[in-house]
C-alpha cells in the first residue's frame, strides 16, 4: 500500500460512503478508528467491518463505547460475538442481547468457552417466558445445555426437537435423567426415541428412573453389565417392583457365570 497512512486517515475520516467501503480492510488500527469517525460511516458499513475476524481488540473495544454506533441491536450482537472482544466488554454486552443474539454468540467458533456459557445462562433464565413456537426453534437449533433445558420443561414438541438437535449430547441427557423434578412425558420421550435408547449410559438412568414404564426398562434389562446390575439393585430410587426385577436378573446373571 503506497499511500501514507496519514493520508489514509483522512480519508476514513472524511471520505464519502464509497471511500468507507474500500477502507474497511486496511490493516491499520488508526485508519480503522477513523473510520468510526467518519458519518458516512452505516450500520451495514459497521457490520461488514466487525465480520472481520482480524480486527484489534482496541478497535472493538472502541466500538463498544462508541453510544451511537451501539444503538444499534446488530452492532451489539455482533460485537458480543467477535472472538476478539474483551471478556468484559463481552459480558457487559451479553445482558443486552436477544435470544436469538444469545444462541449465535453460543455456538460462534472463536468465542471464549466462559462467554458461551454465560450466554447460554442468559438463554435458559428466559425460556420459560418464550412463546411455544420459539422454544422449539431454540430446541432444534441451540446448544446442547441449552435444549436439555428446554428438553426437561416437558412440552411435547419442544422435547420432540430436542432430542432431534444434531449438537445434543448422550451425557446432556443422563444429567436430565438426574434431576430430581421430571415429567414423565420426558423420561418416557427419552426412553422411547429410536436413537438415544439404544445409549448404554441412558439405558442405565433409565432402568433406575421411577418414571421409566416398566415393560420400556425391563426391555434394557438384558443388554446392562452384571456389574453395573449390582450396582442399581440397590438405589432405591427405583420403584419396589422394578428393584426386585433388577436384583433378579443379577442374581441369574450371577449363577450363569459361576455355573
Given at each position: 500500500m503506497t499511500e501514507k497512512l496519514e493520508e489514509r486517515i483522512e480519508r476514513a475520516e472524511r471520505g464519502g460512503a464509497e471511500e468507507v467501503a474500500l477502507l474497511m480492510h486496511d490493516p491499520a488500527l488508526g485508519v480503522l478508528e477513523a473510520l468510526l469517525r467518519n458519518p458516512a460511516l452505516g450500520e451495514a458499513h459497521l457490520l461488514t467491518l466487525l465480520a472481520r475476524k482480524n480486527l484489534p481488540a482496541e478497535l472493538l473495544e472502541s466500538v463498544a463505547k462508541n453510544g451511537e454506533l451501539m444503538r444499534s441491536q446488530r452492532v451489539k450482537a455482533a460485537v458480543a460475538r467477535h472472538?476478539?472482544?474483551?471478556?468484559?466488554?463481552?459480558?457487559?454486552?451479553?445482558?443486552?442481547?436477544?435470544?436469538?443474539?444469545?444462541v449465535a454468540v453460543s455456538l460462534e467458533p472463536g468465542v471464549s468457552a466462559e462467554i458461551k456459557r454465560m450466554a447460554e445462562e442468559q438463554i435458559i433464565a428466559r425460556v420459560e417466558q418464550v412463546p411455544l413456537g420459539e422454544r422449539i426453534?431454540?430446541?432444534?437449533?441451540?446448544?446442547?445445555?441449552?435444549?436439555?433445558a428446554l428438553a426437561a420443561l416437558g412440552d411435547e414438541p419442544v422435547l420432540a426437537a430436542a432430542l432431534e438437535n444434531p449438537k445434543m449430547t448422550e451425557g446432556a441427557l443422563v444429567r436430565i435423567l438426574r434431576q430430581e423434578e421430571l415429567s414423565e412425558t420426558v423420561v418416557e420421550g427419552i426412553a422411547r426415541h429410536p436413537k438415544w435408547s439404544l445409549r448404554y449410559d441412558l439405558r442405565l438412568q433409565l432402568v433406575r428412573h421411577p418414571l421409566t414404564p416398566l415393560a420400556l426398562a425391563l426391555a434394557f434389562l438384558p443388554d446392562l453389565k452384571p456389574d453395573d446390575l449390582m450396582v442399581i439393585a440397590s438405589d432405591h430410587r427405583m420403584t419396589p417392583t422394578m428393584r426386585e426385577y433388577v436384583q433378579a436378573e443379577a442374581e441369574r446373571r450371577l449363577r450363569r457365570s459361576t455355573g
Open positions: 472472538p476478539k472482544t474483551q471478556r468484559l466488554v463481552a459480558m457487559k454486552l451479553l445482558r443486552h442481547l436477544f435470544l436469538f443474539d444469545l426453534t431454540l430446541a432444534r437449533r441451540a446448544p446442547a445445555r441449552v435444549a436439555a
